[in-house]
């Protein structure tokens, strides 16, 4: 831990910003966060965290002396030299990132003497930093520094992520200030790259929809395999050892979800579609992801006929494990159209809170619970309590021993033992 460090804001208290405020001030340097949801900051001030993240609540109390939480903008502004923009992007109905919390930051800065940093760390399309640098100009900011440092976090790891990172991206107009950025980021072993503010932008954007590229090829060769017999966590294996390809991102499933696959791959799709070129490869790429969903659905009626009155038990709902995010879940599209169909939906996951089940599904505090009488059960989630699902009591619970297996999380051996 470095001695001495710098005075940090950070603009937005959630999922990024904590996170993001948490590890610098890891870093040892002073973080003032600022949000403006009163209970979000009356919470971190008597030390509650307001999301789940495993670690953070730990990471938040031993660096409590270093950081400090505020409603006003001033707060941050008035002794921060490095601002950090925090704040969400998520997707309009075009499909475009919504940038209104960016630019509302943007508006509500003071005319500030010194020259400080505004950095952007949400994700955003890429000439989003050449506006905002115009933008500063006509309010006669001219003179703050602007640079892009995305963040490339997932979530259930993310302070390691942080920490422990591939590698720094830095973008800025000048690169003194990039330097100065970098600087922040001293103790932590790992490659920076320094460039202008478009490439860092876009190397976000185009990160994650080569990721969501990765899972949506897998799950295509998935489908074919179950047509020819061959097994895919084979054809995986096989692939992922030659050094060109790699084993990360082709574990085949229902799909990716979550708040920065989806969102990123459509906006990466639609600024493309802005600048006039169509991504032909990204349409098919959220065209799997969606096809892929709505296949077990297909699998269910193959196997129960129609779903009117059927019950099924829906095994995990937020997108990933070790979170509670429910941003763009698989559980969320499966249990509507089984609800659409007239059956029955038992829903369990360990993290996702009680307004996060599906409306019209019956919550379910156990795997046990969800499963009995039901005539089949989805894994959904690859919750670590799930891995011995294919047992006798499992089987003897449900009323037609049926699981769709929509991670690949249970041992084939183990099924063929348990007669499922």
Known sequence: MSAGGETIGIIGAGW?????????????????????????????????????EPGLAELLERNKERMSFTLELSDVTDEADFLFICVGTPPTYSGDADLSAVWAVVDELPQLERRAILILKSTVPAGTGEK???????????????ASSPEFLAEGRAIEDFLHPDRIVVGSFDSADGKRVGALYAGIGAPIVYSDVPSAEMVKLASNAFLATRISFINEIANVCEL??????????????????????????????????????TALKQLAGNSGYHFQLLSSVIEVNELQKRRVIGKLEKHLGALAGKSVA?????????????????????????????????????????????????????????????DAAVIVTEWKELRELASEK?????RNPLIIDGRNLLDPAQIGRAHV
């Open 16 to 52: 990024v910003g904590l996170v993001t405020g948490a590890c610098f001030a890891d870093l040892g340097h002073r973080v003032i966060v600022r949000d403006v949801v009163p209970e979000r900051i009356e919470a971190l001030e008597a030390g509650n965290v307001p999301i789940y």
């Open 314 to 374: 829906i095994l995990g709902l937020t997108f990933k494990p070790d979170t509670n995010d429910m941003r763009e879940a698989a559980s969320i599209v499966l249990g509507s159209r089984l609800l659409a169909e007239g059956a029955e939906v038992r829903a369990w996951d360990p993290l996702a809170g009680r307004d996060s089940y599906l409306r019209g599904a019956r919550r379910c505090d156990s795997v046990l619970e969800a499963v009995t009488g039901a």
């Open 132 to 146: 905002v640098r115009a933008a500063l100009e006509a309010r006669g900011l001219g003179h703050l520094g602007y």
């Open 394 to 398: 499992v089987r003897s619970a449900m």
């Open 228 to 265: 020819t017999g061959a097994d895919v966590e084979q054809v995986a294996e096989g692939m992922g050892l030659d050094r060109r390809i790699g084993p990360h991102f082709l574990h085949a499933g229902i799909g990716y979800g979550g708040s920065c696959f989806p969102k990123d791959v």
